[in-house]
């Protein structure tokens, strides 16, 4: 568990910074929730929501969230 507990660590650190690309709607913040746990974090969805984006940009959106989620699987 020392993995997990490191990333737990270091996700609740203070965040320091986001940024925010208007063109891609790229979103980076300093938690790092989005590389560690694939999730976007608040602080990256309250920049969003300053931005006034109102549909949340794909990349964010897992997969295995969707209604495509069984596609490719070998029994439906
Ligand atoms: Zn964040």
Partial sequence: MPMLMD???EYTRKVTYV???V???NLECSCRKFEIFD???MHGMKV???N???MLPS???QRRWSKFSKD???YQ
């Fill in 7 to 9: 990333a737990v660590k």
């Fill in 19 to 21: 940024t925010y690309n």
């Fill in 23 to 25: 063109g891609d709607y």
């Fill in 39 to 41: 999730i976007l974090c």
């Fill in 48 to 50: 969003l929501t300053h």
């Fill in 52 to 54: 006034k984006v109102l």
């Fill in 59 to 61: 990349r964010y959106i």
């Fill in 72 to 74: 490719g699987l070998p």
